[in-house]
Nanobody, 122 residues
Framework: QVQLIESGGRPVQTGDSLTLSCVAS???????VAWFRQSPGTEREFVAG???????SYSDSAKGRFTISRDNAKNTMWLKLNNLKPEDTANYLC?????????????????WGRGTQVTVSS
């Protein structure tokens, strides 16, 4: 069972950039990985996914501003956040699923980290 640990979240200003990291306890090459986010009182939402066959997908809010990447040799994935807005404030969680392409559905991911908090002030 793979364990995921996120890092990199912190308070930032509108327009700033930030890179989040997620380190896995197991080799990532067979996993599709994804980033989700959740704010208090809201549902967890898909942000970006990167499949084990190197396809990527993004939510509408992430397209053009966020970039997902991975390095299987380092068992690490990243989410680069550019031009941050207050509405991006959330706990960002990484997730993984084995031998399947990316999907925005929460229930499709059996492995989750606990998240890293990003707070964007205006």
């Amino acid at each position: 069972q793979v364990q995921l640990i996120e890092s990199g979240g912190r308070p930032v200003q509108t327009g700033d950039s930030l890179t989040l990291s997620c380190v896995a306890s197991d080799a990532l090459s067979s996993y599709t990985v994804a980033w989700f986010r959740q704010s208090p009182g809201t549902e967890r939402e898909f942000v970006a996914g990167h499949s084990f066959i190197n396809t990527t997908s993004y939510s509408d809010s992430a397209k053009g501003r966020f970039t997902i990447s991975r390095d299987n040799a380092k068992n690490t994935m990243w989410l680069k956040l550019n031009n941050l807005k207050p509405e991006d404030t959330a706990n960002y969680l990484c997730a993984a699923r084995l031998w399947a392409t990316e999907t925005p559905y929460i229930s499709s991911y059996p492995y989750w980290g606990r998240g890293t908090q990003v707070t964007v002030s205006s």
